[in-house]
Nanobody, 120 residues
Framework: QVQLVESGGGLVQPGGSLRLSCAAS????????MGWYRQAPGNQRELVAG???????YYADTVKGRFSASRDNAKNTVYLHMNSRQPEDTAVYYC??????????????WGQGTQVTVSS
């Protein structure tokens, strides 16, 4: 089992910045990927960004150039730096981790979610 705890959500004005953190209960070097998803009211959960085990970031087209994902292996933590926030970025943000199994598959783990609201 991998436990994920998010922090850093809140209210930010349009154009402002915010950083989310996700701390894992295990060494993140053991995880295949760690990333962020979000879900706005009435919408499906969607991928935002993430970092692979070697440290390569990946992003949804909607956040490229505005958001940045990074990881700190020593702290077992991944971060999502969100710049140039827009009202449509308002959502509950969830941390996700994938862990390889000995069956050749991946187990999915989720955090509890943190609310991010972009409003003036």
């Amino acid at each position: 089992q991998v436990q994920l705890v998010e922090s850093g959500g809140g209210l930010v004005q349009p154009g402002g910045s915010l950083r989310l953190s996700c701390a894992a209960s295990t060494s993140i070097t053991r995880l295949h990927t760690m990333g962020w998803y979000r879900q706005a009211p009435g919408n499906q959960r969607e991928l935002v960004a993430g970092v692979t085990s070697p440290g390569t970031p990946y992003y949804a087209d909607t956040v490229k150039g505005r958001f940045s994902a990074s990881r700190d292996n020593a702290k077992n933590t991944v971060y999502l730096h969100m710049n140039s926030r827009q009202p449509e970025d308002t959502a509950v943000y969830y941390c996700n981790a994938t862990h390889p199994t000995n069956r050749g598959t991946f187990d999915d783990y989720w955090g509890q979610g943190t609310q991010v609201t972009v409003s003036s």
